[in-house]
């Protein structure tokens, strides 16, 4: 699965896309507000369902909108090789940011981490683990690092989009976990071109802190820190290790979403001419 687009995203427009993700947060929270008339921390539910809302609005709009020309093309493609190294490698990351959070405490801001796994309820789970997961790979790899990548390298289009991902997630307790996670999905993204993986690796990690947030987080450092920094280093590795093999993949470049008929026609005149 992957959104072809044939004009692409300057960084400016990247930037637009993220502020159209932050308006769209306030105008429902604001509507919240006067709707209830209420301390909106109080419905966390109701701020959940506002950020799925919000993210689903930009990617309909950035589908439909003529101007950038992305075409959402939905097709399933992902091996047993990959599947398994793309789940692996996001259950390390889990492991690692917890010990990030660990060792780099920050603080919570509470009113700004509706962006977060939430386990209070049924919907509440399916609504992080699942729902948002999908949705902001589709906005933030498949449409934003796919347009960026169509003008700028593979290498500033990952920083780029891992940055808005992270800045989506504005809780500053959030922020280096979602920047990790960024930059592992826009790594499989930009060796694969499949959306695939990203759902799968975001969707693993989301259940797991699920899961760690259900039964008691990773962190007995304190009373086992031997294991624990065992398990972390063991994790790093795994990493490591799923980021060399990923490089060895070759890079499935389609070459109707970077080029239009003119440019291919150019090119082609400009071969045949050498």
């Not at 959402?72 to 996001?90: D, Q, V």
């Not at 450092?221 to 990493?239: E, F, N, Q, S, W």
Request: aromatic share 12%; with cysteine.
């Amino acid at each position: 699965m992957y959104v072809k687009t044939l004009n692409g995203l300057s960084l400016n427009g990247a930037w637009q896309m993220q502020l159209r993700l932050y308006v769209a947060w306030i105008v429902g929270s604001a509507a919240a507000f006067l709707f209830t008339g209420n301390n909106l921390l109080a419905y966390p539910s109701l701020l959940l369902t506002i950020h799925l809302v919000s993210v689903i609005a930009v990617v309909v709009y950035a589908l439909s909108r003529q101007k950038d020309n992305f075409t959402l093309i939905p097709k399933i493609n992902i091996s047993l090789e990959t599947f398994l190294m793309a789940f692996s490698m996001a259950l390390a990351l889990v492991v690692v940011k917890d010990a990030v959070s660990y060792l780099l405490p920050l603080p919570e801001w509470k009113e700004l981490s509706f962006t977060s796994v939430n386990t209070s309820s049924f919907y509440t789970i399916l609504t992080t683990v699942m729902f948002a997961a999908i949705m902001e790979e589709m906005l933030f790899r498949g449409i934003i690092m796919e347009a960026l990548l169509h003008r700028y390298s593979g290498g500033i289009a990952l920083l780029q989009s891992s940055l808005l991902y992270m800045l989506a997630h504005p809780d500053p307790a959030q922020m280096p976990g979602a920047l990790l996670l960024g930059l592992l999905c826009g790594f499989f993204y930009l060796r694969l071109r499949d959306l695939c993986s990203c759902f799968l690796i975001h969707l693993t990690n989301n259940a797991a802190t699920a899961i760690l947030i259900s039964g008691g987080s990773l962190q007995f450092v304190i009373t086992d820190p031997t294991t624990y920094y065992a398990i972390v280093g063991g994790c790093l590795l795994a990493l490591v290790a799923g980021y060399f093999l990923l490089k060895r993949f070759t890079v499935q470049v389609k070459p109707h979403s970077y080029l239009s008929k003119e440019n291919i026609r150019a090119k082609s005149v400009l071969f045949s001419e050498q």
